[in-house]
């Protein structure tokens, strides 16, 4: 693996929304418009998911959580898929539980997603360690990023 990306989502911890019925805790989703289960994967997507609309500039209105795609003929659901300006796939996100180490099996799963929407920039973290590369289909090859590209600014 390549460079990570120096990123303290637990800055956004204090927008997180939470609430408790019976014994358990909730969790909004901006983007959905409800509250899920509290699971630590969906702490960390809601983290990042904060952290691409305040820091990078994304609007709620081109993002999509949990985007059904097919994989070999398989149904799989995205964490979080951006689109750009023309509506056009561009950022894919994948999010792991903090305790779950980011790893190759990492990138091949979130490569499995991308050979149909074929995205401009490819972002996995645990909260912890972030990772994001562009793309190069013309070259079959990629580059590690230092920072997460914004919406107004692609080649920030």
């Known amino acids: 693996m390549s460079k990570k990306i120096e990123l303290d989502l637990m800055v956004y911890k204090k927008g997180i929304k939470l609430k408790k019925e019976g014994n358990k805790p909730y969790i909004f989703d901006p983007i959905r418009k409800k509250y899920l289960v509290l699971q630590p994967e969906e702490f960390v997507r809601q983290l990042v998911l904060l952290h691409l609309m305040k820091e990078e500039e994304y609007p709620q209105n081109r993002i999509r959580v949990e985007m059904m795609l097919k994989v070999n003929e398989l149904k799989k659901r995205c964490d979080i898929l951006i689109f750009d300006k023309d509506l056009k796939p561009y950022l894919l996100v994948e999010c792991k539980a903090a305790n779950i180490k980011i790893t190759q099996d990492t990138f091949d799963q979130i490569a499995r997603y991308n050979l149909s929407l074929e995205v401009k920039y490819l972002l996995v973290t ?17 580059t590690f990023l230092d920072e997460i590209p914004s919406f107004e600014h692609p080649n920030k």
């Open 126 to 142: 645990n909260g912890l360690d972030t990772y994001c590369c562009e793309m190069d289909y013309e070259n079959s090859s990629y």
